[in-house]
């Protein structure tokens, strides 16, 4: 049984950063893909950045620049590291993760969420202007 479970998320005055962390743990072995997506009230939930096993990264435009996603293959810890945060950036920030996806390994295949089969119960960030 695979488990995700975020962690990281507070409240920063804008400008600031946050670094979130994602723990897998059960049968996680050659998960390829795991991807963080947030979520606003009122609004649909969005990816916010993917990456693959060869650690290709891939992000939504609205943080580019801002935000990196990494791993740390010996811990099984997925990152998003959050600088320069808006206040548009504040919702609940989701871990997710799935061996195979639907299609090609791109930033529009990932940002469905039925591509991924795997979630965690997810971290609240929140930016004040």
């Known amino acids: 049984q695979v488990q995700l479970v975020e962690s990281g998320g507070g409240s920063v005055r804008a400008g600031g950063s946050l670094r979130l962390s994602c723990a897998s743990s059960?049968?996680?072995?050659?998960?390829?893909?795991m991807a963080w997506f947030r979520q606003a009230p009122g609004k649909e939930r969005e990816v916010v950045a993917g990456?693959?096993?060869?650690?290709?990264?891939r992000y939504a435009d609205s943080v580019k620049g801002r935000f990196t996603i990494s791993k740390d293959n010996a811990e099984n810890t997925l990152y998003l590291q959050m600088n320069n945060l808006k206040p548009e950036d504040t919702a609940m920030y989701y871990c997710?993760?799935?061996?195979?996806?639907?299609?090609?390994?791109?930033?529009?295949?990932?940002?469905?969420?039925?591509?991924?089969?795997?979630w965690g119960q997810g971290t609240q960030v929140t930016v004040s202007s």
């Open positions: 990456r693959d096993s060869d650690g290709s990264t």
């Open positions: 059960g049968y996680t072995d050659n998960m390829n893909y």
């Open positions: 997710a993760a799935d061996w195979l996806l639907p299609g090609p390994p791109t930033i529009a295949t990932m940002s469905s969420q039925s591509a991924f089969g795997y």
